[in-house]
């Protein structure tokens, strides 16, 4: 979204999700890159309501994910400040694990990893794990019945 409103903002152009996305994986990043790139971008004339062209860095990129950035590792920092002793030792020892879309995003691991000071690392299939892990659990869910149950 924050792309999106990026290119309405200064390109007076609207550009779809998908597009959007698309952007974030192939030149967008947290971290600037060695050589900055571009990309070329279809997008629908706000003022005409005809399609046109623009070119967009990933300079640009960075700059327009910067808040919802910086809301992931405010998110983080806050549930380290609620997560018991017991396991923020574990967390500041073995560190944590991006899952989703958002792991994809070049340099976010280190950012959030300076940024915390803890070990960050990204899930080896990082769009499925999570559907995958719950389908696990939900396949062995006589194993954990009675802790649900009684917790």
Known sequence: QAIINHCRKNYNLLIGDRCAEKMKCEIGSVLPF???KNMEVTGRDLL????????IS???IRDSIEEPVMAIVSAVRRTLETTPPELSS??????ITLTGGGA???G???FIQKEMGIPVGIAEDPLSCVALGTGKVLDQMD???DR????
């Open 34 to 36: 060695k050589e900055e």
């Open 48 to 55: 005409t309501g005809l399609p046109k062209t623009f070119t």
């Open 58 to 60: 990933s300079m640009e």
């Open 90 to 95: 574990d967390i500041f020892e073995n560190g």
């Open 104 to 106: 994809l995003l070049s």
């Open 108 to 110: 976010l691991a280190q």
């Open 143 to 145: 194993q954990y019945i």
């Open 148 to 151: 649900i149950i009684f917790n």
